[in-house]
């Protein structure tokens, strides 16, 4: 949740920055799939099979890839200024 808490402490300290409907979409993008893999990353811990930790884990990584594509692997504070830059 790296990028979440950047970002909403962003949000809080500096309020809400000017972004266009695309980064804007792609910012939501990023908290929503972080929080999705959040929740699997919760659920796994509390399963007592662990044959069954295998399809937690194939969906854990496709979100992690699918994080890694929207940031191109970034920190959280060049993702948001590459956010900006491309809204101006």
Known sequence: MKY???FSGV???Q?????????????M???SLEGRL???LDLKKEL??????YKYDVRI???SNTIKGITSDNDPKDVMQSMVFKSN
């Open 61 to 63: 990584h496709k979100l």
């Open 48 to 53: 007592n099979n662990p044959s069954e930790h």
């Open 11 to 13: 949000l809080r300290n």
């Open 29 to 31: 993008n990023i908290v």
């Open 4 to 6: 979440t808490k950047y």
């Open 38 to 40: 959040q929740e699997l």
């Open 15 to 27: 309020g809400t920055p000017n972004l266009n409907v695309e980064e804007y979409a792609r910012l």
